[in-house]
């Protein structure tokens, strides 16, 4: 046995926080000033940016000394070597989505993910990469789809986690019982020591110089330690606390290396950042999955889901990939969401309290069907005939997989101060005591006061579950209570407490619960080994805190909400909650002192979703820039902290705030893909609101802001406002006074346009009475801009047999145009939320006549039409507005309504076929609210159309901003990330853009003119 930690190293392992903290500024501006001069990278110091690194997915908060974005892997080790000089600790961090606290503590935090994610050699014949650790694992694998091969530790966080965190965590994906978890995987680390030396971690027999004398060392406390580790370490597949000093004697259930042979880098795996730096990974692939067969399997009870689970493992020789479970309330939760609903009810046979996802995969689907036809076997053993739903087809168990995410997802969207929290949520047992491991921690729940909802890994024994927990007031308190009741459980069946999610803050001292007393202690000397400054994540495995020590919580006992008017209506999020039933109280009622904004920006839990790339919208800014600041994440904790006085005083109309919410382009996307559903497009209006009122409006914000109300007398002067498009030096004064870039053309005056032309459809008295009736709402950008696209919906809803009337202001008839109405959006982007209110007034009271006969109303830009359904409706306006949004729609989503009613049958017999593709870009607000399909199902009404939706983040112009100056290369970036390049790549296809902004982007970047669907409707009338 190695002898006991030194003194000295003991006592800087304890103080070392507090030391960096004490001396802070002094330490921070060494640090800084030093970084700043001797790299090349970002270096982040600011109390937003420190801020904003001091959270993870996990209830802690712990801010760092300074962030620090290298470059290149190379200025890495010149970082390290800074601190080293300076004493100061180092939190190394991928997508920073650990659960337990793992990248959070007040060192410098070094953000791997913006550069150091480089595929360095991939060897398709021997099935292995070599990755620097920044990498993303889906990018990873979508870079390997072309050999046929993944990486296979399929963690749900794939769009976000990275290799470099995966590795950390030693983390684990859904079919880990076929491909175990990532020690199974790594091959190779190259490292770096916190003394700065290069290490390369590989097979232990070839090893040479420190990485041998590092590998002897711990082989000789594993050896020392046999017994204890015989005693001690848990049998399951699943143990991810502590260091893997079991690398030289397994206790794993499945050996760690193929052949039995001890592989250092196994070490560095799961070591959350605390021995070494990782430089790069050689990782073990596999061969993609070529078919997959998915057996849904229904219990009457979760328990004989639970009891189950030990049987099915038995089938497949090797084929079973995952067993998942999703039980009653996941159930229920999906059958209540209308994206959901229907393909959860293909998986369901009457009314189950669980069912288990089985799924088998290999070379054919042919050689997979005995393997369903045995599990429908044993579940009739089981007493359990019929119980199985078989999908053999992809799609149906594509779309089953996205409803088991989701559900989750929507498990975390509860509003109030009571949350799902996570630290139990990843005991392992075996699985032989599932059933009543489960049960009997259900219990505990109910003894607390708490549920929990079960999902997730039925395969190996690791159930994930979050009781809810108010953590503001006795969460920390019953956090632990549960937690000694449910290690009781663990240890009773001899599961491991840490299954999963790793150690950090929350698991940390439970480490010596699990092992004992020597093997804690072997981890010390293994830590003093390799780090003897204790300059790696000091207090993470060893020595760590309390995991209830509310200082270091996000929502500990310091946190408070500091009072804020706020400009639109949030109380719907200031609400509490009943941890059992999961009722919410009437909003306004959760007591927030911001009117319900705090509670709205704190939903959102830093799981990380917002750094994905995959299809969905959010988050272009991030997309295009890959910071923190810029992402949703980002602005959502920069904004809880000016909430909440970290950031000083009045901070919400401060600076700060305002760079974090400045490349927001208002998209709504997520507020559709955020699992929380963070709307921060409705928060930029609330904190451009705060800031405009303090700082003022500019020349541009009136501009843009007040053109529906001028509109009509600036069309007067189209010939002499349209000379600022060919005169490029009247572009540049232009820019000069408004900061709209000269490199842009405007929008297009026209003095003949919609809202003055002769025939605008029948009367207000016509259509109420009107046997097919229909209301157009006509915004300006479509009735000044391009009326063209109101002039062709209009032909388009005639032809169709509908009497339409044009929505207008009342008594203003003789008006050269100023009856049109607005939503308020111009304003709305601006902050000028009360002149948005007097706009948006103005038009529901229009419509509300008509919405009250449930007619149709009809709306061209889907900014401005969803206004009806989205803003208007937290501006104060009452049940007008609730009425009105009822039956606001966009042109294609009531012709798809219509179409459905079989009402567009004479339409149908007016339309040409089409002679050319057609490409489809959604405007982002479409696809915030889910209204893709109706655009795909109305084009579809045109004869051999066969429409391709490009798959888009935002184009990138939304509304003014692409055309601001300081926002052009951001614009630009954003769009040829994946649009204009879609676009260039057909020549000749017909491209269709309902947004206007989307139009003049696809123009500006492609040189190519997109049209609404009205037109492309209207050109194939006959
Ligand atoms: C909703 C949700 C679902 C999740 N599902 C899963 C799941 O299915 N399976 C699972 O295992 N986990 C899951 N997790 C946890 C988490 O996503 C994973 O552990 C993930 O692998 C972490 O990756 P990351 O890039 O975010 O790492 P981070 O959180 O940034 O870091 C993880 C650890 O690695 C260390 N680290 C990062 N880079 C380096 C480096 N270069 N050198 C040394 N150390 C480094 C960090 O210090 C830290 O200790 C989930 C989390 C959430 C929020
Ligand atoms: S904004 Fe939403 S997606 Fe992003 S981290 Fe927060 S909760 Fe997750
Ligand atoms: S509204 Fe769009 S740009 Fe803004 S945070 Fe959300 S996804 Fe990102």
Redesign the pocket.
Known sequence: MNAPLPKEATESAANMYERVSQNFNEVAGKLASRLSSETQGEVLFGAADRGRYAT??SIYQVKPVGVFVPRSAQEVPIAMAICRDLGVPI?????????CG??TGAGLVID?TKYIRNVLEVDPDQRTVEVE?GIVLDHLNASLKKHGLWFPVD???SA???L???A??N????RSIAYGNMVHNVLGAKAWLSDGTPIQMGSFDQSTGRAKAIGEFVQKLALQLKPELEAHWPKVLRRVAGYNLDIFHNQNEKPYTGDGSVNLAHLLVGS??TLA??QSLTLQLSELPRAKVLGVVNFPSFYQAMDAAQHIVKLGQGRLTAVELVDRTMIDLSLQNPAFAPTIRTALIGQPEAVLLVEFAGADKASLLPDMRQLVELMGDLGLPNSVVEMVDEAPQKNLWEVRKAG?NIMMSLKGDGKPVSFIEDCAVPLAHLAEYTDELTQVFKRHGTKGTWYAHASVGTLHVRPILDMRRDGAKRMRRIAEEASALVRKYKGAYSG???DGLCRGEWIEWQFGPQITQAFASIKQHLDPLNLL?PQRIVNPPKMDDTSIMRFGNQYQVIPIQTALDWQLWNVQNDPVTEQTTEPGTGGDPAQGFAKAVEMCNN??TCRKFDAGTMCPSYRVTRDEQHLTRGRANTLRLALSGQLGQDALSGEEVQQAMDLCVGCKGCKRDCPTGVDMARMKIETTHQYKSKHGFTLKDRLISHLPRYAHLAALFSSLLNLRNSLPWLAQVAEKFTGLSAKRSWPTWHSDHFFNAETQGVTREHVLQAAKPVVMFVDTFNGYFESENAFAAMRVLKAAGYSVHVASKEGLRNETGSRHLCCGRTYLANGMVDMAREQARELVNALLPFAEKKIAIVGLEPSCLLTLRDEALVLGLGDAAQVVSQQAMLLEEFLARENKNKQLEGLKEKLNAAKHPILLHGHCHQKAFGVMSPVMEVIGLIPNAKPELIESSCCGMAGSFGYETSHLDVSMQMAELSLLPAVRAKADAIVVADGTSCRHQIKDGASRDAIHVAQLLSQHLM
């Open positions: 993870d997915a939190v190394p961090r991928g997508g920073g989505t650990s659960q793992q990248t791997h650790p963690v749900s966080t976000q986690a990275t470099g965190g995966m950390g965590n983390s684990c994906g859904s959350e950042g730096m990782t989750l999963e999610h790793g994540s799981n990380g």
